[in-house]
């Protein structure tokens, strides 16, 4: 099993439209949890850290779930700019160290 | 602030070659890593240091790849000799250390292309 996994998708929804991606981990002990961005041709940027009791930013929500060891975003009122790939990354252990997963694609449709 | 820089962006060699591939961390970070990116295999981590010193290399795919860090503003990721199966995109990231972090800023990338 992956230490972390994505579905690839795509994700093809219209502009406005709500939308979630999950991400799975295998070591329970982990610890740091993250969503980035990703555009065609260019550098991971980072989205949003994860923490435990959930965070928001704007029509971004993130989620931890320990018991079913996942991590999940929600995209609200979709736009065409946020047409990317996703991808989680999850810390584990006392080091910088971080597994990122392959990534979520989503492409939001006018 | 500058982020992460990255040279050269693009980069062709004929296999066989040598080939160095440079970053400059963002001022003040203390943790700098190298990623390897393809499509089969997605974001794999090859080398990461603090303040200077390798930390983890186990992502360092054979003896050909070596990585150095001569100061806290400057490291390198040299192939040497290069193989048309190491084209890929290659990423520098850098993040500051501490309790409240672990989040990595990203460098444009390398797109190493060996024929």
């Known amino acids: 099993r992956k230490e972390v996994e994505q579905d690839p998708g795509p994700f093809n929804v219209p502009e406005g439209a709500t939308v979630a991606f999950n991400c799975t981990y295998s070591?329970?002990?982990?610890?740091?949890f993250f969503w980035y961005r990703q555009d065609c041709r260019k550098e991971p940027k980072l989205l949003m850290s994860v923490y435990s009791s959930g965070n928001e930013d704007g029509r971004f929500t993130a989620q931890l779930n320990r018991a079913s060891q996942y991590i999940s975003l929600l995209i609200r009122d979709s736009k065409l700019s946020d047409s990317a790939t996703y991808l989680c990354a999850v810390r584990s252990g006392g080091y910088q160290k971080v597994t990122f997963g392959t990534g979520t694609k989503l492409q939001v449709i006018p | 602030d500058a982020g992460v820089i990255q040279s050269p962006r693009h980069e062709v060699t004929e296999m066989g070659q040598e080939v160095t591939l440079r970053c400059k961390p963002i001022?003040?970070?203390?943790?700098l890593f190298w990623y390897r990116q393809t499509m089969m295999r997605g974001l794999e981590l090859l080398i990461y240091f603090n303040n200077n010193v390798p930390i983890d290399d186990s992502g360092m795919p054979e003896d050909r790849f070596s990585a150095k860090m001569p100061n806290a503003s400057f490291s390198t990721l040299k192939i040497q000799p290069s193989e048309p199966r190491d084209s890929a995109v290659y990423f520098c990231?850098?993040?500051?250390?501490?309790?409240?972090?672990?989040?990595?800023?990203f460098g444009p990338g390398t797109r190493l292309t060996v024929t």
């Open positions: 990231a850098s993040s500051l250390g501490g309790l409240a972090n672990y989040e990595q800023y």
């Open positions: 001022s003040g970070h203390d943790y």
């Open positions: 070591n329970s002990a982990s610890q740091s």
